[in-house]
C-alpha cells in the first residue's frame, strides 16, 4: 500500500470511529430526552407538579442528538435517498450521479460549519434567559462540529465513489481494432 493509501485508510479509520462515538453520545441524548419528557409526563399528571428544566434541556438534546447522529447516518447509508430514481440507474451511473451531487453537499456543509461556527463563538459568554441558565455555547457549537464529521464523511465517500469509478473504467472492455 502506498503512503497516501495508508494516510486515507487511517483518516477514514479516525473519521468512522469519531463518528461511531458521536452516534452513541446522540442516542445517549435520545434516552435522556426520553427519559426526561416521561419524568414530566408523569410529574405533571400524577403529582400536578410540571418541571422547570425539561423542555429547556430536550430542546438542547436534540440538538445534540441530530448533529452529532448525521456522520454515522452516512456512514450507515441511512439518510434519505430517491430510490425510485436511483435504483433504475446502473451501478456506474448511481455512483457518478452520487459523486455529482455530493459536491454542492460538501459545499453546504462547508458554509454551514463555518457559519455556525462564527455564530457559535458569540455564544461562549452567554447563558440561556431561563432559570436554568445554562451555557449557550455547547448546543451552538455542536451544529459546526456534527457538520464538520458529516463533510469529512461525505469527502470519504466521493474518494470512495471516485476509485470506484477509476477501477470500473480500466476494467471496461476496450472495442476490438479493426474489426466488424
Known sequence: MTKAGKAYST???AVDSISR???VVAGMAVVFM???NGYEVAARTLFNSPTLW???MSEYALIWAVFLGLAYTESISGHIRMELVVDRL???SRLLMESIFLVPALGFLAILAWYSGEQAATYFDRVSATILRLWLFPSH???PIGSLFLFLRLVIRLI???GSLRRDAAEEPKPAEGGH
Do not use: F, K, Q, T
Request: net charge positive.
Open 11 to 13: 483518516a477514514r479509520s
Open 21 to 23: 462515538w458521536a452516534a
Open 34 to 36: 426520553a427519559g426526561a
Open 54 to 56: 425539561v423542555l429547556e
Open 90 to 92: 446502473r451501478p456506474r
Open 141 to 143: 457549537m455542536v451544529i
Open 160 to 162: 470512495d465513489n471516485i
